[in-house]
């Protein structure tokens, strides 16, 4: 199945609003998870995001999502009323934005503090490097307006009219890519995240707005790719059907070939009357001449192409009386398997570590992210140690975030990083008796055709099976 990768940017300069970024981040992740097609989608997440960043990352990881949450900029605009709840709008103009009077989004400034960037570079951005990108999720006050430059260059984008709120913003995520990570289309679940909203109570209902390039329909785009399970295993063939006509002419022509079969006493002479070609068939569909239907037949090859006891039983199982049934019951009879163990694999699973508590010093506050990680690691690791043998566990951090605490004068820190589960593989070495010159185990409709010289032994020999190395778990 090929992965769409979301890339989830985060921005808070200091002297802005402090909106719940994290939360956010860890609603995708978890809605994601929660999904039936979980598997078609990777988030991933960098805080503190720079303007390069964006450019970087579009290179590296070829997203299909770019979701941006943090500060939108405008000229002019709302003062921030104390008591209320943080929202994502920025005056332009306000302490941290160096004077850029200015409409964009902003990021954090390489050399510290906030940077805008415009709607001309974010458009030659995506133009340059997202070729990938098929939607973009601005999650910031005033994001609306962005939209028309990027749609030359993107399917979809949601912005935001007007300015919102964390709460808000959280709310809508659940609800848009739980519908994404479900197999709806973009339009299913942009309504999804608005019915969210609606849901919670929340005021901005109508503040996420969905802008779709023109010969597009949002309503066929479908992100979440079908699992190969589902492709590899459709159900039951249909057969074309016949008409009143064949029917009958099949029917008369397989009553008067089971009346002539009836009457021969040889039982190899029914044998070669049914090898005749353009009656095989017939004497299979019949159940004669020790014949296996196409359906057996097929099983039965599944079964020797699986090259494992499960094959065989299942064979057993819908035939147990069939053409191969003597053959499977006696290559069953001289397996056994041994348990053995295979080679060490070190299973990565990403982590995300939210920020917590206010602790006197930034390293007490980044030893207790590490603490709390700990936890996470033992609850990812011990599914692994109940089917292998779980050698060692361990967590690294990849990007810290740490702030200051303005009420307390401490810090928090969080991180996100990847948890490492060291296993040794348990596997079944499976092994089969060689079978010799027995004639039973030979199906009925080939010892029919095999000559008393034959060389039995060499032709119908059964191999040693050995179950092979296991593939490394991915991330």
């Keep these: 199945m090929k992965k769409h990768t979301i890339l989830f940017l985060a921005a808070n300069p200091c002297g802005t609003d402090r909106p719940a970024l994290d939360r956010e981040a860890r609603a995708i992740q978890v809605e994601l998870e929660r999904s039936g097609y979980r598997d078609g989608f990777e988030l991933e997440t960098r805080w503190a995001a720079e303007p390069l ?3 970087r990352e579009l290179r590296r990881l070829r997203p299909t999502v770019v979701h941006f949450s943090g500060h939108g900029v405008q000229n002019g605009g709302r003062e921030h009323q104390p008591g209320q709840p943080p929202r994502r709008d920025v005056v332009a103009g306000e302490p941290g934005l160096h004077g850029e009077l200015q409409h964009g ?7 510290g503090g906030a940077q805008v ?7 030659r951005t995506i133009a340059a490097a997202g070729t990938s990108v098929k939607l973009v999720v601005l999650s910031a006050c005033y ?45 299913a679940a942009y309504a999804q ?65 089971l009346l002539a079969t009836s009457l021969i006493v040889s039982a190899g002479a029914r044998r070669a009357t049914c090898r005749v070609p353009g009656v095989r068939s017939l004497c299979a569909a019949a159940g004669i001449g020790d014949l296996p239907t196409p359906a057996e037949q097929e099983l039965w090859a599944a079964a020797l192409e699986q090259d494992s006891e499960d094959g065989l039983q299942a064979y057993l199982q819908q035939y147990p009386t069939g053409v191969y049934a003597e053959e499977a019951r006696s290559r069953l009879a001289g397996c056994w398997s041994e348990p053995t163990l295979g080679s060490v694999v070190d299973a990565p699973f990403k982590l995300v570590v939210l920020s917590a508590r206010s602790l006197p010093t930034e390293d007490e506050a980044r030893l207790d992210a590490l603490r709390r990680s700990d936890q996470d690691v033992a609850t990812v690791c011990k599914p692994l140690g109940e089917t292998d043998l779980l050698l060692a566990k361990w967590v690294e ?23 490492f589960c060291r296993i040794q593989k348990r596997i079944r070495s499976k092994h ?39 593939s490394a778990i991915g991330s």
Excluded at 196 to 222: H, I, N
Excluded at 232 to 252: D, N, V
Excluded at 401 to 419: P, R, V, W
Excluded at 444 to 449: D, E, I, N, T
Aim: proline share 5%.
């Design 53 to 55: 960043d964006l450019l």
């Design 397 to 419: 951090p990849r990007n810290w975030t740490c702030d200051s605490d303005k009420t307390t004068g401490g810090f928090k820190c969080g991180f996100d990083g990847e948890i």
């Design 432 to 470: 089969c008796r060689q079978l010799r010159g027995h004639a039973k185990a030979l199906p009925r409709c080939l010892r029919a055709l095999t000559p008393p010289s034959a060389d039995l032994d060499s032709t119908y020999d059964v191999a040693v099976e050995s179950a092979g190395e296991p």
């Design 143 to 187: 994001s609306e307006a962005h939209a028309a430059a990027l749609l030359a260059h993107v399917d979809c984008i949601v912005g935001m009219r007007g300015s919102i709120d964390d709460d808000a913003a959280r709310s809508f995520a659940i609800g848009f890519y739980g519908g994404l990570g479900e197999r709806e289309s973009v339009a």
């Design 105 to 111: 989004l902003l990021f954090h400034r390489a050399g």
């Design 117 to 123: 960037v415009s709607t001309e570079a974010l458009e």
């Design 193 to 257: 995240g608005c019915a969210a909203l609606g849901l919670e109570g929340l005021r901005d209902v109508d503040r996420p707005q969905l802008a779709v390039r023109d010969g597009v329909d949002a309503s066929q785009l479908v992100l979440a790719a079908i699992p190969d399970h589902e492709v590899l295993a459709p159900g039951p063939r249909k057969e074309p059907g016949r008409s009143w006509r064949q029917r009958i002419s099949l029917a008369a022509t397989a009553a008067s070939l």
